[in-house]
């Protein structure tokens, strides 16, 4: 079984910067496969914010980029998600998730999930 745990949220005001951090671990067939941040707010569906390939190339969603920077340690199993002048509406819990899937990750689903990681902006 795949595990994945996110951690680094918490409250910050708006403007602010905060930054996301996940590792996933157990058995996977390919070392560097599709790993991305996803964020849910109350009554609204799961959304993309940005995926990353094996090889480092990523993705955003259209609105988001700019502010959002996703990176991945060597190691390949290691996600991070740098949040810069953060909005009230970016308040949401933020999942990492692992694909089986290697490129055009962020058209692909997402097999293993994290518990998620509440963020809060306040104005």
């Known amino acids: 079984q795949v595990q994945v745990v996110e951690s680094g949220g918490g409250s910050v005001q708006a403007g602010g910067s905060l930054r996301l951090s996940c590792v996933a671990s157990?058995?996977?067939?390919?070392?560097?496969?599709?790993m991305g941040w996803f964020r849910q707010a109350p009554g609204k569906e799961r959304a993309k914010v940005a995926t990353m390939a094996s090889d480092g190339s990523t993705a955003y969603a259209p609105s988001l980029e700019g502010r959002f920077t996703i990176s991945r340690d060597g190691a390949g199993n290691r996600l991070y998600l740098q949040m810069m002048s953060l909005k009230p509406e970016d308040s949401a819990v933020y999942y990492c998730?692992?694909?089986?899937?290697?490129?055009?990750?962020?058209?692909?689903?997402?097999?293993?999930w994290g518990q998620g990681t509440q963020v809060t902006v306040s104005s």
């Open positions: 157990g058995v996977l067939m390919h070392a560097r496969p599709c």
């Open positions: 998730a692992v694909s089986r899937d290697v490129w055009d990750c962020y058209n692909k689903d997402y097999d293993f």
